[in-house]
């Protein structure tokens, strides 16, 4: 790899992606994306007992799809690098335990799939492993108990609020040849804008956003039109708007490359999600469908993938701190 | 790097280690490694209005003191590899929140040291960051708080219980050439035998040691012999014995290369912490102290770094899951 600028790096040896595997629940079954996913549940709890034993099995069954596809058995899988939003990052663990594989677990809140993505392909790149894996997952049922109210609580959501996508997505990389690869990467900064409103996360991602596609297109001297499209992972409308915005004030037009997977996956005529879609599994169910989809297709080439976080837990609100975020982006290329 | 075995690889660019350094909660500061540290705290507060934010300052003075030593500025850093056990992993994202660096968050629950050390010196030795930092933290009454009682309860402790230390380490890493250095490392799998009893965390560990520690002597075809110690973190007295145990029934005795953290920490005849210490901070602040000191005096020039963690939740605990334990394994030589 070449260090390149504050933050980034290419990835010299470029590491393929070989295949990949999107599941997703019923209500993002039933949105814009539904024909893009390799799996649509019909039951969210995937027949367990607990919401959070159906996500660890979300992660269970992309690995599995994914490497179906190749034709592969997961032992082929040197390396996993994933994550999820449970406390203590258990559905990533537990579904780690019942597919024992060298894992490193990480935590970059909604961000995790390209923290996980900018990992694996490091290892890839550098030699570490010839193969791995980057997962992550979220679900809606797991996310509401955790971080606001149980579900059947019936508890109102504010119009700023986004829904935590029920999804997971898997990634598989190799050191083989492969027309789609990963190009290079920019590290992420905490930013913190003051935002403290936990019903608004797109408010309080949208600078990192900002911060991380504006040094990462100054680090490798590159502009929004060297991309065919620019995605953030998931500000949903309020925060795409934001983003819009403060490039805008910097002279700089995203509106035409941009688009943002919370905004994405949900139909908002149709679908009532009041700002869009949010969670690990939501840029990672949309990169693992209708993206990397519409780049083995050849309609989109090139590719910068930028996963949000908000790196808050309840306990910080309740302590009354402020928001912090963080953006990763990977840029995925594809050359025949 | 050079893929080797199954689990293992070589970092054929080592990264070198520059700077590090450790500190440690009054308790701890009693312990037999007080002189070891470089800051003992009076106040484990460290003049906040809360644990949490007592466990950020932790992390960010950790950092600092790593850095103070070098005569670096926080801007030497490219990247931030590190985590903690709180929920979110909001210790360390609120660290570097107000110390703004590239930032990579981790979980690997008390193995997080080891396993950010592996990911910052992928990045040093793969080119991605010419320095990086591996820091994590831990905290008593953050841990008891979030894992079991607040501490007002005056809860009774078991007898097969550890004590989460109160405590930091910071690594540096750069691609300048060192004496002390990384050479390989071993990407742990998550093992579960069972266990449920969220008391006895040792127990649940060491078979992750046993398995990581095994793989990695077997994918680099050596044994105990060529290490002058292998330290696991933090597996106490308890899970320690269950180690050399396992390892005796494989007809390989560890008994004069293995020490843990957990059993290092405090002196079990002075303080009672019960089956010994645990937490990121732990074995994070045991490296930083007596290891990787004596590794600067000479008397220690091979050592494997094996931190454990147990990668369970309350929740999980609660739903009556078992435990599952992961280890990654870290070489780190001494090469004049």
């Given at each position: 790899?070449?260090r390149?600028?504050?933050?980034?790096?290419w990835?010299?040896?470029e590491?393929?992606?070989?295949?990949?595997?999107?599941?997703?629940?019923?209500?993002?079954?039933?949105g814009?994306?539904?024909?893009?996913?390799?799996?649509?549940?019909?039951?969210?709890?995937l027949?367990?007992a607990?919401?959070?034993?159906?996500?660890?099995?979300l992660q269970?069954?992309?690995?599995e799809l994914?490497?179906?596809?190749?034709?592969?058995?997961?032992?082929w899988?040197?390396?996993?690098?994933g994550?999820?939003l449970?406390?203590?990052c258990?559905?990533t663990?537990?579904?780690l335990?019942?597919?024992p594989?060298?894992?490193l677990?990480?935590?970059?809140?909604c961000?995790t799939?390209?923290?996980?993505?900018?990992?694996?392909?490091?290892?890839v790149?550098?030699?570490?492993?010839?193969?791995?894996?980057a997962?992550t997952?979220?679900h809606?049922?797991?996310a509401?108990?955790?971080?606001?109210?149980?579900?059947?609580?019936?508890?109102?959501?504010?119009?700023?609020?986004?829904?935590?996508?029920?999804?997971?997505?898997?990634?598989?990389?190799?050191?083989e040849p492969?027309?789609?690869r990963?190009?290079?990467?920019?590290?992420?900064?905490?930013a913190?804008?003051?935002?403290?409103?936990?019903?608004?996360m797109?408010?309080?991602?949208a600078?990192?956003a900002?911060?991380?596609?504006l040094?990462?297109l100054?680090?490798l001297?590159r502009?929004?039109?060297?991309?065919?499209?620019?995605?953030?992972?998931?500000?949903?409308?309020?925060?795409?708007?934001?983003?819009?915005?403060?490039?805008?004030?910097?002279?700089v037009?995203?509106?035409?490359?941009?688009?943002?997977?919370?905004a994405?996956?949900?139909?908002p005529?149709?679908?009532?999600?009041?700002?869009g879609?949010?969670?690990?599994?939501c840029s990672?169910?949309v990169?693992?469908?209708e993206?990397?989809?519409?780049?083995?297709e050849g309609?989109?080439r090139?590719?910068?993938?930028?996963?949000?976080g908000?790196?808050l837990s309840?306990?910080?609100s309740?302590?009354?701190?402020?928001i912090?975020?963080?953006c990763?982006?990977?840029?995925?290329i594809?050359e025949?």
């Amino acid at each position: 790899m070449e260090r390149c600028g504050r933050q980034s790096f290419w990835f010299r040896q470029e590491p393929g992606i070989c295949s990949w595997a999107s599941i997703a629940g019923r209500k993002e079954g039933q949105g814009p994306l539904a024909d893009r996913f390799d799996q649509v549940l019909t039951d969210d709890h995937l027949g367990q007992a607990s919401w959070e034993q159906a996500e660890k099995k979300l992660q269970e069954r992309s690995l599995e799809l994914a490497l179906e596809k190749i034709g592969k058995g997961r032992f082929w899988v040197q390396l996993v690098v994933g994550g999820d939003l449970l406390n203590q990052c258990v559905a990533t663990s537990f579904a780690l335990r019942d597919q024992p594989l060298p894992f490193l677990g990480v935590y970059g809140a909604c961000s995790t799939m390209a923290e996980s993505l900018l990992i694996a392909g490091m290892a890839v790149s550098g030699g570490a492993a010839h193969t791995a894996a980057a997962i992550t997952s979220s679900h809606f049922a797991t996310a509401e108990r955790q971080y606001r109210l149980p579900l059947v609580y019936g508890g109102q959501r504010s119009p700023s609020a986004q829904w935590t996508a029920t999804a997971s997505g898997c990634v598989l990389l190799t050191r083989e040849p492969q027309s789609i690869r990963l190009e290079s990467a920019t590290v992420g900064k905490v930013a913190d804008w003051g935002i403290t409103d936990a019903a608004n996360m797109g408010a309080a991602m949208a600078p990192a956003a900002f911060e991380t596609i504006l040094t990462h297109l100054e680090d490798l001297g590159r502009g929004p039109e060297d991309y065919d499209l620019i995605v953030t992972g998931d500000l949903g409308q309020l925060g795409s708007s934001l983003l819009l915005d403060l490039f805008d004030r910097q002279g700089v037009s995203l509106t035409h490359s941009h688009r943002d997977c919370g905004a994405m996956l949900f139909s908002p005529a149709r679908q009532d999600v009041h700002a869009g879609a949010s969670g690990c599994g939501c840029s990672a169910s949309v990169l693992c469908s209708e993206l990397l989809g519409r780049m083995q297709e050849g309609t989109l080439r090139r590719l910068l993938f930028c996963a949000t976080g908000a790196l808050l837990s309840p306990l910080t609100s309740q302590q009354g701190e402020t928001i912090p975020g963080i953006c990763h982006a990977v840029s995925i290329i594809r050359e025949d």
